[in-house]
Structure formats: C-alpha cells, structure tokens
C-alpha cells in the first residue's frame, strides 16, 4: 500500500505551504501507526451518515468492552500503514440508512485525508473504505426491546441497571 521507493511531493498544510519535514538535518519525527489510526478514526467519525466504525465482531467487542467500563476504541475499524513520508488508510464503518454511500465515502475520504496530512505532516496516498453495514432507523430501540423482553420473561440473565449480569446467589 505504501511506496517508499519513489521521491513522493510533501504533503500540505491548509495555507497550502509545504509541511513541517519529518526528517531533518537536525533529527528524525517518526509517527507510530496508532497516531495515525486514532486520527483518522475520529475523522470518519466526525462525517454526518457515519453511525459506528469497524466490521461486526470488533463493534460487538467494543460494545461489551464499554459495558465494563471501558474507555472507547477510537482507531477501531481502521489499519493504517506508515512510511517516512506516506501513510495509507483501510476503514470498515457503518451507514446511516438513507445515506448516500458514494457521497458518504467522498466526504469521509476527504476529511481523513485533510486530518491526517494536516496533523502528520505525511502524505496519505489512498484510503479505501469498506461499508459493511447499515444502520437502520428504530434499530437500538429494538435491541433495547427484545434485551427487556427476555429479561422479564427470563430467558436470558437477568441484569443490573449497568447492564451487567446479576449474580445468581446472594
């Protein structure tokens, strides 16, 4: 995904100036791969029509990471790779129903692309965008339902307020 072997033109800033260089006479920046990530993830996140990130395995870890209190995965669904220069970007997302999808996909590429060049200084080469779901209208209500409904017709554990299962002796 990303060519280190050619000369590649620096990225940008906003003015359109050149970026800070991250190799310099005086030293070298290296950025880790979860900066990037991190930063690209909120990117996505910040475009309207984007309901959730990553494909459903890692969404349904990081929902019951959150229900122990976990603090939130910001780079999940998204793998980047960096290079001294370059970065390339793969993201898995969700849509909201009724949205566009290439325009959605447009609007997220441009902004990754725009947070990433503007923050790390590398150039992104490309951000391939896979969406792997939509999300419905009425579709957490639901959810929310049919957990109650199972709760009191006790099908399932019964659980606290917090959503945790309940022990089952005192």
Known sequence: ??????????ARTQDGGPATSL?????TTS??????????GLA???VSG????GG????AFGNMRGMVGGERN???????EVGERQAAVDMDLVAEYGTAIPDLAAAVRRNVIAAVERMCGLEVTEVNIRVDDVHLPG?????????????DRGDGPLLDDAGQPEPRVR
């Open 1 to 10: 995904m990303v060519n280190q072997t050619s000369a590649v033109p620096r």
């Open 23 to 27: 190799v310099t006479d005086k030293g």
């Open 31 to 40: 950025i880790d791969d979860v900066v990037v990530a991190k930063i690209a």
């Open 44 to 46: 996505a996140r910040e």
């Open 50 to 53: 984007v309901h959730a990130m």
């Open 56 to 59: 459903g395995a890692a969404r």
């Open 74 to 80: 910001v780079a999940q669904g998204v793998s980047v």
């Open 139 to 151: 579709q957490d209500r639901e959810r929310d339902h049919d957990r109650d409904r199972d709760r």
